[in-house]
């Protein structure tokens, strides 16, 4: 058991995890710009890729900025900066892994942030889905590496689906469900189309694999729409 713990232990990079804590306790307990100073250091010290995953960090940014500041969100900073140092500094064997991880969390973010209920709801869900569509774009394109040498066909692709993203997730706004269930809604359709585009980069796209995505995206939707109150 002792030496099953500390396998376990060596696992752990805890330089890493020590950076991670630090940058999410400075986004919890710190004003907003010495936290961005604080995240900005951990990441640009020492100066190596910073280039190649500074899209991914300002995403991290952008979504934490957008969404209530709280020990939840302290805590998302806190992974999301694990998995970027830890792939920026080659620490981690599984890169794309890691990198689709962190593609899932911006992608729930962004999926929560468009039905916060702002005041200017129709202006601002709009600026949220759009937020939500470009988001998706750049997780497919830059996070889970993808993009080699079939950069040229699989971008429009990618495309395609974000403005279908944008469409939904602006549509959503205007059925009178809870926001939980929109972004749900929005978030399932993001993984579905992330399935197809990996069938369509592989230049398989089996039917009976369409189907069955179709049918449990239908039969889930049905099931949230029949078991929740409706209300304004």
């Given at each position: ?21 630090v ?7 710190f ?10 250091g951990?990441?640009?010290i ?11 960090f ?62 200017n ?10 937020l939500?569509g ?13 993009v ?11 495309a ?6 944008i ?12 926001s ?11 993984v ?41």
């Amino acid at each position: 058991m002792a030496e099953k713990l500390k396998s376990a232990l060596k696992i752990i990079h805890w330089s890493l995890a020590f950076k991670a804590i630090v940058a999410g306790l400075s986004w919890i307990y710190f004003p907003w710009w010495l936290s961005l100073f604080v995240l900005m250091g951990l990441y640009f010290i020492p100066l190596f890729q910073t280039r190649h995953l500074f899209l991914p960090f300002l995403m991290a940014l952008v979504l934490g900025w957008v969404l209530p500041s709280n020990v939840f969100m302290g805590a998302i900073i806190a992974i999301q900066m694990y998995i970027i140092l830890g792939v920026k500094d080659f620490i981690f064997i599984n890169r794309k892994g890691a990198l689709q991880v962190l593609s899932a969390l911006f992608l729930a973010e962004a999926g929560v942030a468009v039905y916060l209920s702002p005041d200017n709801w129709l202006l601002s869900s709009l600026i949220y889905a759009f937020l939500f569509g470009v988001v998706y774009y750049f997780s497919s394109i830059k996070l889970v590496d993808m993009v080699d040498e079939e950069e040229s066909a699989f971008k429009p692709v990618v495309a395609v689906f974000s403005f279908l993203l944008i469409q939904m997730a602006f549509v959503l706004n205007f059925l009178p469900i809870y926001s939980l269930y929109k972004s749900l809604l929005l978030i399932l359709s993001a993984v579905i189309f992330v399935e197809w585009q990996n069938f369509i980069l592989e230049k398989k796209l089996p039917k009976n694999k369409i189907i069955s995505y179709s049918m449990f995206f239908v039969g889930l939707t049905i099931l949230i729409f029949a078991g929740v109150s409706w209300g304004l």
